[in-house]
């Protein structure tokens, strides 16, 4: 299987505890992106990474946020001290851009169902 | 704020006929627009794009319309199979900004 992957699909954790997802994104995508989608939303975009960098977080929704993407492959969200309201789907995605376009198509994985309790 | 807006939350369509979709924006500096599927369980799966270059732009059986003077675009699926109810989603960014911005989704059901 050559999508993207997160991990956990699921995760149950009680209100105050940290939290931590995974993202593997299509391997040879440069760019790699979070969302959060609520029900009966659409995706919302949280962050983004061009290799290794992280090139825009102020649409983070709080410092309870943080994403990494240490060597430029797999990608990390973490969710300090959770909050009932943070229960939500969290996707990733990622893409190429295509030789001499700005534009790319965001290829999503999953995702993974955090429930806060 | 609702940067894209999707005012129908569902369409019901008969086998065969044709569906349409669609899908107002507010940004102006928007220029480039997507429609994704999304199934239960799984995460959205990336369907046409349209750049603002363009008016139309067909794949198979799918064809985005997008009309820049009225903020608009519609995706039309013709014709509609079974298969085919799933949400869709719209989407807009603006400069290659790869902060898209999502609609709320229609959900389409295609009855047999």
């Known amino acids: 299987d050559t999508g993207v992957s997160q991990n956990p699909r699921h995760k149950i954790t009680k209100r105050g505890q940290n939290v931590t997802f995974r993202c593997d994104p299509i391997?040879?995508?440069?760019?790699l992106y979070w969302y959060r989608q609520t029900l009966g939303q659409g995706p919302e975009f949280l962050t983004y990474?061009?290799?290794?960098?992280?090139?825009?977080k102020s649409r983070l929704l709080s410092d309870r946020f943080s994403a990494e993407r240490p060597k430029g492959s797999f990608s990390t969200l973490e969710i300090q001290r959770t909050e009932q309201g943070d229960s939500a789907m969290y996707l990733c995605?990622?893409?190429?851009?295509?030789?001499?376009?700005?534009?790319?198509?965001?290829?999503f994985g999953p995702g993974t169902r955090l429930t806060v309790l | 704020d609702q940067q894209v807006k999707q005012n129908s939350p569902s369409l019901s369509v008969q086998e065969g006929r044709i569906s349409i979709l669609n899908c107002d924006y507010t940004?102006?500096?928007?220029?480039?627009f997507l429609w994704y599927k999304k199934y239960p369980a799984e995460g959205p799966t990336f369907l046409i794009s349209?750049?603002?270059?363009?008016d139309k732009n067909e794949d198979g059986r799918f064809t985005v319309f997008l009309n820049k003077s009225a903020k608009h675009l519609s995706l039309h699926i013709v014709p509609s199979q079974p298969g085919d109810s799933a949400v869709y989603f719209c989407?807009?960014?603006?400069?290659?900004?790869?902060?898209?911005?999502f609609g709320a989704g229609t959900r389409l059901t295609v009855k047999p």
């Open positions: 995605a990622s893409s190429s851009p295509r030789t001499g376009s700005i534009y790319n198509e965001q290829f």
């Open positions: 391997s040879e995508h440069n760019r």
């Open positions: 990474f061009q290799n290794e960098a992280q090139l825009e």
């Open positions: 940004n102006s500096m928007f220029d480039y």
């Open positions: 349209i750049s603002s270059i363009k």
């Open positions: 989407a807009a960014s603006g400069d290659g900004n790869n902060d898209m911005r």
